[in-house]
């Protein structure tokens, strides 16, 4: 079992724990005929001074050890730092954007017998780099902290031309993959998709988050897509399982955006 699946049971078991907290709560509760007629509340300022409890530090020791062995586990090896500099593209941006789009297209070449033109992610969402080193499973936490899910949204042309145009408008280095343009006076020019250039008559299949595709930082155009398909796969696991799959972690430094002055 993946270091990904094992930490999904943990998270399995901890919200049983806490459905069957509450729903034992409520049964003590229902039993009650008393009613609440006051409610009083007090701040009580959370400081070291409270001590913690050697009985729920034993308690808890054998969870929190199990946990940071997973965490620390040795994945794969970076010979360099990927970092977050770069003004338009950043190595980590690179290639956090070519792996999700490599699974996604994996997935839904299974799932739907349809392949994916590219991939769009937002700046916002890559919290970490991966230091020089060893890359454990805590790195990928690190880099990727939500629990937003893997989508492909099939856009009309127009939507990608917004697509663009919102990228060259935020002047931000979102993460893209398989899609390379110019941005001259604020505008995308030169689209290629692919090695294909852009047909603004036609459909593409974007490999995205489920957090943009609900119009997370202001992607609106997502919100207007044809079809959408779930893969049922978080991006944290998209890292890794590719850490897993790779020695070694290098980035693809093509440039993917050019800048014209």
Do not use: W
Request: charged letters at 25%.
């Amino acid at each position: 079992m993946t270091t990904a699946a094992n930490l999904k049971n943990y998270n399995v078991v901890l919200r049983r724990f806490v459905l069957f907290l509450t729903f034992a709560s409520c049964c003590i509760l229902s039993g009650c005929s008393s009613s609440v007629t006051q409610i009083k509340g007090s701040n009580f300022a959370v400081t070291e001074k409270a001590g913690s409890s050697s009985e729920i530090d034993k308690f808890i020791k054998p969870y929190r050890d199990k946990i940071d062995a997973d965490m620390n586990t040795v994945l794969a090896f970076a010979p360099q730092t990927i970092d977050k500099s770069g003004k338009l593209q950043t190595p980590i941006g690179n290639l956090f954007a070519d792996m999700t789009l490599e699974s996604a297209r994996f997935l839904l070449s299974k799932r739907e017998n349809k392949t994916v033109d590219f991939c769009l992610l937002n700046a916002g969402g890559v919290r970490s780099i991966i230091p020089k080193g060893n890359v454990t499973t805590r790195v990928a936490y690190e880099i990727m902290p939500f629990d937003n899910n893997l989508i492909v949204v099939e856009l009309k042309g127009q939507q990608v031309q917004e697509l663009l145009e919102y990228f060259a408008s935020e002047k931000k280095p979102h993460p893209i993959a398989g899609i390379h343009f110019d941005i001259k006076d604020g505008k995308p020019e030169n689209v290629f998709i692919g090695s294909v250039p852009f047909d603004n008559n036609r459909n593409y299949t974007v490999a995205t988050s489920d957090y943009l595709y609900n119009g997370g930082d202001n992607m609106l155009f997502f919100k207007k897509a044809v079809a959408k398909y779930d893969l049922d796969y978080k991006l944290r696991n998209v890292l890794i399982d590719y850490f897993e799959k790779n020695d070694t972690i290098v980035p693809d430094a093509s440039e993917r955006v050019h800048l014209i002055n």
